[in-house]
């Protein structure tokens, strides 16, 4: 398993390497992420002030969700699974994010164990 791991490749890291907040994700959701910053973008540029009708709460503050301020991690392998990356944005004190299509967080699960 080791040897398979070796070969494997780190998940790709799209965006602003220096943003806090990490988006996680494979398989289909890389679109629906792409989806958002586009959405995000063109919504920005209509109302000038920022995307305000979805905002990313924290502390009572709204943050404008783009390229700038996030990425995403996205994984194409998830067994075995490579956390090399996730573990460096993590350090840096990222708000990390995952992202999945089922209601038992899988993979969330899977990256909390490794």
Do not use: C
């Amino acid at each position: 398993m080791e040897t398979l791991k070796n070969a494997l490749p780190e998940p790709e890291l799209m965006g602003n390497p220096d943003a806090k907040i990490t988006i996680v994700g494979w398989g289909s959701t890389k679109m629906e992420v792409m989806d958002f910053v586009q959405k995000n973008k063109a919504e920005r540029i209509k109302n000038k002030e920022g995307f305000e009708n979805s905002p990313l709460v924290k502390g009572g503050e709204k943050t404008d969700l783009h390229w700038g301020v996030m990425n995403y991690l996205h994984y194409t392998h998830i067994w075995p699974l490579k956390v090399e990356t996730i573990k460096k944005l993590q350090k840096k004190g990222n708000r990390i994010i995952v992202m999945e299509h089922n209601m038992t967080g899988q993979l969330a699960t899977l990256i909390r164990s490794e």
